[in-house]
């Protein structure tokens, strides 16, 4: 079956706009423990975990037939195929467990921790964009 250029686009698109406020939050330098700045950021990050995991997901199925079972599948597998480089995949596969837990088990997290990671990769998400319009650029 053959991938959806539109909706391939508009999670990029969502993806860029994603981190764009990401980063602007972090340039404000106005992440701290408990404020409405680091609530906004995790926010954000869900959105970029599903707009991620949508797009390496539409591909798998339609491109390559492969089904996943959820989010570490999900990246694990768009390794394994060759959509994102090794090296992508390490700095994502943590962010994507750390999905689940702040989703899921959001009272645990450690605010000191999760802003010192948004600072470290906050641009992993435009290395993902970039990843994938190439490999989308690719395979036409």
Do not use: C
Not at 13 to 40: C, F, G
Not at 116 to 122: E, F, V, Y
């Amino acid at each position: 079956m053959k991938i959806d250029n539109i909706r391939l686009k508009k999670h990029l698109y969502d993806i860029v706009r994603s981190a764009h406020d990401l980063k602007m939050i972090v340039d404000q330098n106005t992440l701290l423990p408990d404020s409405i700045e680091l609530k906004a950021a995790k926010y954000i990050l869900i959105e970029l975990a599903e707009a991620m995991s949508n797009t390496l997901q539409h591909i798998l199925a339609r491109q390559k037939g492969i089904a996943v079972s959820g989010y570490i599948d999900t990246i694990a597998k768009g390794y394994k195929e060759g959509i994102i480089s090794e090296e992508l995949f390490h700095k994502l596969k943590p962010f994507f467990d750390f999905r689940n837990s702040l989703v899921h088990r959001y009272w645990i997290i450690d605010d000191e921790k999760l802003i010192a990671n948004i600072q470290s990769g906050k641009d992993d998400f435009n290395q993902f964009t970039e990843e994938l319009e190439a490999y989308i650029k690719s395979i036409k």
